[in-house]
């Protein structure tokens, strides 16, 4: 039986939070682990973000996980970064460390690479060219992830070009920044899509790509996990290319964070993809 002395919470800031199903995910293992804690939604606002994270100390939290819009404000809040969300300029975890200060951590890029080799073992980064839409937070732990695993080139591309170009200055590596009007032809020889846009999630505008120019031997990986399916991925895997969508990146950037605030590396199984999955219309 878990002991309550040893209770700690932790939680996700953000704005909004509503639809997160990272409670689900956690309490699912902390009920499997018999963990004394909980793990809570907390809309912040931009002008709060400061308070708020400083407040996990007070209130005893573990610490926290940070979505949108506060990935890179956050980064720059804590006391210290590891090298991968430096680089990354952004961060997704938060630990509430024993002398009370806070280290920053980003987990996006490890749950993108996982949900990868998930669903095709085979997966080798470094098989071909990349093409990555969007230049977001998301985008930023893609490409990085993707610059580690020796990808040999990665077209980026954004609708507001200037954000692609400061991803590529900040990154450097062999990073091709293209017009979004040269999305459909850049998909050419590429041995791998990512959609790391809103575009195709629910409530949002479908993404408008064309899939012509793709090899169908192209992985194709849309972070949106809800719809379970987008229509990029109904698209693409009705053309016979591989697909992947985004549910298990949540899943597995959640385990090294529910690692560090409580102390047991969980297992993504079966059962948790389908208890997140039935709460996904």
């Known amino acids: 039986m878990a002991d309550p002395?040893?209770?700690?919470?932790?939680?996700?800031?953000?704005n909004p939070v509503f639809q997160s199903r990272s409670p689900k995910i956690h309490r699912y293992w902390i009920d499997r682990h018999d963990i004394a804690g909980d793990y809570v939604l907390m809309p912040v606002q931009p002008e709060n973000l400061q308070a708020a994270l400083?407040?996990?100390?007070?209130?005893?939290?573990?610490?926290c996980n940070v979505t949108i819009p506060h990935k890179e404000a956050a980064a720059r809040l804590v006391d210290r970064?590891?090298?991968?969300?430096?680089?990354?300029?952004a961060i997704n975890l938060v630990v509430v460390e024993p002398d009370g200060t806070l280290s920053g951590y980003n987990k996006d890029g490890y749950g993108f690479?996982?949900?990868?080799?998930?669903?095709?073992?085979?997966?080798?980064?470094?098989?071909?060219?990349?093409?990555?839409?969007?230049?977001?937070?998301?985008?930023?732990?893609?490409?990085?992830?993707?610059?580690?695993?020796?990808?040999?080139?990665?077209?980026?591309?954004?609708?507001?070009?200037?954000?692609?170009?400061?991803?590529?200055a900040e990154f450097g590596g062999p990073i091709t920044v293209l017009d979004w009007q040269a999305r459909h032809a850049a998909l050419a020889g590429a041995a791998l899509?990512?959609?790391?846009?809103?575009?195709?999630?629910?409530?949002?505008?479908?993404?408008?790509?064309?899939?012509?120019?793709?090899?169908?031997?192209?992985?194709?990986?849309?972070?949106?996990?809800?719809?379970?399916l987008p229509d990029l991925l109904v698209?693409?895997?009705?053309?016979?290319?591989?697909?992947?969508?985004?549910?298990g990146m949540l899943l597995h950037q959640a385990r090294p964070a529910f690692q560090a605030w409580w102390g047991v590396l969980p297992d993504v199984t079966p059962e948790l993809r389908a208890a997140v999955e039935a709460t996904i219309v």
């Not at 846009?197 to 090899?215: R, S, W, Y």
């Open 235 to 247: 698209q693409a895997k009705a053309r016979g290319n591989p697909v992947i969508g985004g549910l």
């Open 113 to 168: 690479m996982q949900n990868l080799y998930d669903g095709k073992p085979d997966f080798k980064p470094d098989a071909g060219p990349a093409v990555v839409l969007g230049a977001g937070g998301g985008a930023r732990s893609v490409v990085v992830s993707l610059l580690e695993g020796g990808a040999p080139e990665i077209r980026l591309l954004n609708r507001t070009r200037a954000r692609a170009e400061t991803l590529k």
């Open 54 to 63: 400083r407040g996990l100390v007070a209130l005893g939290f573990a610490g």
């Open 81 to 89: 970064l590891d090298a991968t969300a430096q680089r990354m300029g």
């Open 193 to 228: 899509l990512v959609n790391t846009t809103n575009q195709g999630m629910t409530g949002q505008p479908k993404l408008d790509l064309q899939l012509d120019a793709l090899p169908t031997s192209a992985l194709v990986c849309d972070i949106v996990y809800n719809p379970l």
């Open 5 to 14: 002395k040893t209770y700690r919470a932790a939680g996700l800031i953000g």
